[in-house]
């Protein structure tokens, strides 16, 4: 495979990496994988550094956030992290409070430790490259600010915020998370997410209102709680505990959550990196969408990639559910859990997490629930406009409260602090929000499950939903929306009089194109499945890919984790070097 694409007559393909995070990283790697020894490569970083990204630098974390996936879950790299962690002078790890020596695949990582092992792991990624033959240049500290398709000469134009300009044969744009500001900066108090952590290492010492409940929250948690106090350990094998600073004695936080839900707990993995489960082949998925008009079916991959699975991992628990559709599941499982006290289910769900950590057995339906996430989020693009109002309705609520992996030290404090009195979570409707009036007031309302009102002032707020799924006018990139090499991504729906009555019933998404076909805009940008950008008259461009999870929501409706970027990254790069031996 290597010398055949060896071809050192014809110049180099010049092909620019946006964003050296991991996803970037993942890219570069597929291109040194495969001896891509016909591309100049250009890597561009806004950041200092290369290799962390967002999550694992002071960008995105503090010295208290771990990862939620452990060693053995990582996509490979030229070096596994437990070997990486045990070959590091033990001062290392255990000034992050890792025993190296006690240090197993089976463990999450501090964020900042597992970002300087990915700085680690591209450095070897470029050492490889240059050695393969692949020409190679990395510019850090240095932001795109535009990008200029050029279809008329087959080219891209790439501008920097050092004034320069570089022509491409593609770009691969990865530039990961993005945060919207509404208030943030302009209402004191006002926090539109809890990234970079430094701003909110303070003594805020009164009540604080955190909008969400899962791994945003738990990060928020983690660090306010070390502001106003410490975890420890109680005596006679108590678990942890929290001792507030005695100068601390106003400080809580309150959770408002959808329902009053808490998320899902990491539990023993049969299949860590989710990649042996037989799940639907992208041939049958071809077949199965020829014979239903185009379209995928949300059943159908139901059906496929999570029950007949289940059928053979756990046939007890397939009986149970054989006969139900994704809406009763999907009720069945979310009603089990809105009946619980959310701290006691919590509480519950620790100890048989911890259970199946220890004996190591897997939790199969949650697992295979995993599984089907990361399975259907690459044809997703393929469902019905009604197929994903059903799933966003029923299913990704759900998917993102059972695999959210919560580690077990993170169960630990979030209880510890709940039996301290400074934790509550409180359920709210989806109406519910924070208010912020001309005088900078911040004020909570929300709706309980009787259908009472209630609002609640704060000085603090914090925005914790997550990564918002942004629409195309968040895009960075002005001249790529101007001259429409990005375009809205919709979805066709099936029944052109259901669209209406949804529009009737005040639907604002819902767009009827000049042939009267119905669509929902859904957010983010078009691509295809090679990560393209669609542009105007729907063309996959093959000059322009987009990895950058936020600006794709739409069409992957979830995983953004690093299998993601490690996927998608195969993707990309087996396009590039097909368009190569088309070329
Ligand atoms: C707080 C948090 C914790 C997470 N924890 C986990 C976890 O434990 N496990 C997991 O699997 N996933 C986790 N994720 C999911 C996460 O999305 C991926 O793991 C990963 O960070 C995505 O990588 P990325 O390169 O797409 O984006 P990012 O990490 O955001 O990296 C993008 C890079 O592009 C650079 N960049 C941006 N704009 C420009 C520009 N215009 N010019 C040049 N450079 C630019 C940025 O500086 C950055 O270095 C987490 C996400 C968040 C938000």
Redesign the pocket.
Known sequence: MKDEMKNPGSPKKVIAI???????MFVYKKLVDAGAVQYSVHI????NSYGA????STE?AGAEHV???SGNELPRLPMGVTAWIKQLPPAIPVSFGIDPQNFSGYKVVP?LLFGQYLQEQFTRLLEEGYATGIDTHLHTA???TDIEDMPAKSKVKVITDNQQERVFDSVII????HWPVTFEGKTPGFYDSP?PPRKIQQRFNHPIAIKGSS??AI?AIRTLARQHGRFTTASGGGGVVYVPDPSAGAFSIVMYSLKGLLPGIRFHLDDPRLTHTPLLSEEAIRQHMQENNGFLSLDFIFEKDFKQLLKQKDPDYYNQIKDMSLEAFTQAIMSRREKMDPFLLFKKEYQEARDSIREKMPVHWKELLASLSFAMNYPAKHFSAEDMLRLTKTLMPLISIVIAFVPQSSCEELMALHQAGRLQLVAVDEDSGIEVDKKGNKTYHYKDENGHTHQQQYQTFIDCTG?PRLWIQDF?FASMKKQNTVIQAQLKFLDEEKARRLQQEGNTDIIFRKDNTAWLNVPGIAINDAFRAVGKEQAANPRVYL???PFIGGYNPDY????F?DEAASRVVADLLAQLSTA
Do not use: F, K, W
């Open positions: 946006i964003g050296a995070g991991p996803a970037g561009y970083e806004a950041g990204g967002m999550p694992y995105g990862t939620n996936i964020r240095c932001r795109v990865c530039t990961g998370h990234y791994l945003t990060d990564q960075p990895m950058s999870v953004s984790g690093l299998d970027c």
